[in-house]
């Protein structure tokens, strides 16, 4: 058959085509195979990326006993973990744009037929979910897998994140250094995505959800020998994808994002994933408005049936073994789209009637949806005039008595500040933590409030204040806590109005944020503001706070 790459490497005219590929070793047969890239983030400073190039050699055995021949090339990927808290916090979610970016230069410059996308982390998974969509050839996301769980701490088993959480309680004398000083060596025991149910994991399993991914891919712990074999068996199914001409268009489609939607809510994943989905649809011409429609209206008929860490006790492993993301659409399959077509070239229904689960399954982390854990909403979107073109919190996180709260502002300008009044033991009960000037141009890169969220559950104050921001937060997170608040305050939006001592209520059950001043007290506000600088002038980080969309928006580059 023609393929893609017989454009370039037909004889006689592109022989010079032929010649550059041959002086790196490729043979007459292998260019007369379809030519698959392997777009691998494997490096050597992400856990979840640590075991991507032992990944790799499983999808390469898998598609050369499929007929294909192998083209690999590195993609990068930065650690939301290591750059928390600090200035490497704002190039997180700008790098999603330019993995995009990358992926696409790279299978355009060579015309390869199809591309397997390697990686597991935040702002990664996204990106190459983006790539796969605008580039509209064949295309399957295969993820690294999480990490094991730690040692046992404060009743659950620890991850990485309770470090953080620990810092709180040393700060308070909760514990000594010797206990922190040992957990820093047992809370991340395996490489691999980190063990709780953050963006990185919400993201592997969204792809899994868009049919993306083969059935199960998302949660197969990184150390277990079957990520290995679903290497070998992602391999052999993209050879099938391109032999069928079955490009990531036909499979990511409104259908498949509503089904990814249910599967969020239906989990209660990170509140990230409505700002990486609104992305991937932003490929597809899908609007955000349509997005935050969909978000809103499904949420409202999507009860919550899995609670994983940091809703409950249970970790990564634990959702794994319990059935993962099969078990769950199995449980909603009448809430979803089963014709959508997959990358197995099944349909969803197809792949959910063939899928063999290995281990019993656990209703402590999978319940029905006639018995779910909560009927509410995993997440929801929040609107009111302190966050007109809406904001997004997560209820499944947020202890049902903290689903009102109404408290007192008090406002810092950036992360900075805040964790140090919060570590200092200036946040006080009934404080409403406002963080502003952490969107996607003011951050600029909409940085994670984690650790201050992480402060406050370690000062115990995490059921007695609540936090919202133009930033983000982690999937880790808990408490009650309000992100991507939009406009952000850089662009003049409502937050950058508020005062210390303003009174302002957080409804989830109404889907309201609201500040409590009159609509004229707010404008004569905003008539005095004035724009602060940009923190960056150079760079991409330069070129980011200028064309970086709002959070609504999916916060995409946009010229």
Known sequence: MEYRSSNILGKPEWSFNRSVFKSVGFSDDDLNRPVIGIANSWNELVPGHAN??????????????????????????????????????????PSRDLIANDIEVMVEAHRLDGIVLLGSCDKIVPGMLMAAARLKIPAIFLPGGPMLGGVKFDGRKADLTTMSEALGM???????????????????????????????????????????????AALVPAVYADRLRLGEDTGKAI???????????????????????????????????????????????????????????????????????????YDMEDFHRAGGIPKVMQEI?????????????KTVEQNLQDYKFKYPHDHNVISTLDNPFSKQKGLAILRGNLAPDTAVTKPAAIAPEMHVFTGCARVFDCEETAEEAILNGSIKEGDVVVIRYEGPKGGP??????????????????????????????????GCFVGHISPEAAEGGPLAAVQDGDRITIDIPQGLLQLHLSDQEISARLEKWQRPEPKFTRG???????????????AVVKV
Do not use: W
């Open 52 to 93: 991507l190039r032992q990944v790799a050699e499983h999808v390469r055995k898998g598609i050369y006993r499929a007929g294909g021949t192998v083209a690999e090339f590195g993609v990068i990927g930065a650690c939301d973990g290591t750059a928390q808290g600090h200035a490497g916090m704002h190039y997180i979610l």
């Open 170 to 216: 040393l700060k308070s004398e909760k514990i000594d250094e010797t206990a922190y000083g040992q957990l820093e060596e047992l809370c991340g025991p395996t490489c691999g995505s980190c063990a709780f149910y953050g963006t990185a994991n919400t993201m592997c399993c969204m792809a899994e959800a868009l049919g993306m991914s083969l059935p199960g």
């Open 239 to 313: 050879v099938a994808l391109v032999n069928n001409q079955t490009s990531a268009d036909k499979i990511i489609t409104y259908q498949s994002l509503e089904n990814a939607i249910r599967v969020l809510m239906a989990t209660g994943g990170s509140t990230n994933a409505v700002l990486h989905l609104s992305a991937v649809a932003a490929e597809l011409d899908i609007t955000a408005e349509t997005m935050m429609d969909a978000y809103d209206n499904l949420s409202q008929s999507t009860p919550q049936i899995a609670k994983v860490n940091p809703a409950s006790q």
């Open 333 to 345: 399959d009448s809430l979803l789209n089963k014709a959508c077509i997959t990358v197995t070239g």
């Open 445 to 478: 890169g909409m940085r994670e409030m984690y650790k201050a969220m992480k402060y406050l559950y370690g000062m115990g104050l995490a059921k007695k204040t609540a936090l919202i921001t133009d930033g983000r937060f982690s999937g880790t997170n808990n």
């Open 540 to 554: 991409y980080l330069g070129i980011y706070s200028k064309l970086a969309s709002s959070a609504a928006k999916g």
